[in-house]
């Protein structure tokens, strides 16, 4: 089964300023997707940007990208020019193109508070 | 753009009682997915169904059953209802054609008296 880990459960930001979100994941599978999703206080599941992990280039959507290594199975989410709307909590997520079914596993969370 | 639909958004209930949850993905969409997500908890994979047919399980008590209608929308049955149950409980859809991306709903907050 895979699995995956966000080690940091919470990080601060300055707003303008730049923040990395780090998540790795255990799985032994060569097509998946990973994706990184926001809860604001609201609770609203956001999807915030995906990769997919035949794609050797990073995504990117804005103000957020990502630094995916597949090798080292680490995937995390850069946000520049953090702004005060930023802050919620993150979600990194991984969905197999291997096995049956299309569920998302997620990590534990980063909730990113982002100081004015 | 039409959103994901889940009625109703606040439910209370009594232990040992039963709850219907409603799920109304967007149309097109034809897989539908339930998620739990506990108090400070990343959400859970409970169920899913594509074209009206289980197609993944997780951890899905015996207790609670799900099935997908002929219109596609998806109701999520839980009998005897455990203080544990307390959660918010996550819709999600997406079509065969956009694979890859799952599309939440509002959620429905449940609380178990």
């Known amino acids: 089964a895979q699995t995956v880990t966000q080690s940091q459960p919470e990080m601060s930001v300055q707003e303008a300023e730049t923040v990395t979100l780090s998540c790795t994941y255990d799985?032994?599978?060569?097509?998946?997707?990973l994706f990184w999703y926001k809860q604001p206080p609201s609770r609203q599941m956001i999807l915030v940007i995906r990769?997919?992990?035949?794609?050797?280039q990073n995504a990117t959507e804005n103000r957020f990208s990502v630094n995916f290594q597949k090798a080292a199975k680490s995937f995390s989410l850069k946000i520049s020019d953090s702004q005060l709307g930023d802050a919620a909590m993150y979600f990194c997520?991984?969905?197999?193109?291997?096995?049956?079914?299309?569920?998302?596993?997620f990590g534990e969370g980063t909730q990113l508070t982002v100081n004015p | 753009a039409a959103g994901v639909i889940q009625s109703p958004r606040h439910l209370i209930k009594e232990k040992r009682e039963t709850a219907t949850l409603k799920c109304y993905p967007i149309?097109?969409?034809?897989?539908v997915y339930w998620y739990q997500q506990g108090p400070g908890q990343d959400p859970q994979f409970l169920i899913s169904?594509?074209?009206?047919?289980?197609?993944d399980k997780g951890s899905i008590p015996d207790r609670f059953s799900a099935q997908q209608f002929s219109d596609y929308h998806s109701e999520l049955n839980m009998s005897s209802l455990e203080l544990g149950d307390s959660a918010l409980y996550f819709c999600?859809?997406?079509?065969?054609?956009?694979?890859?991306?799952?599309?939440f709903g509002p959620g429905t907050r449940l609380t178990v008296l």
């Open positions: 999600a859809s997406s079509s065969r054609a956009g694979f890859h991306e799952q599309f």
């Open positions: 799985t032994s599978e060569s097509d998946y997707y």
């Open positions: 990769q997919e992990a035949y794609k050797q």
């Open positions: 997520a991984y969905r197999s193109l291997e096995t049956s079914g299309s569920r998302l596993t």
């Open positions: 149309p097109r969409h034809d897989t």
């Open positions: 169904f594509y074209e009206k047919m289980q197609s």
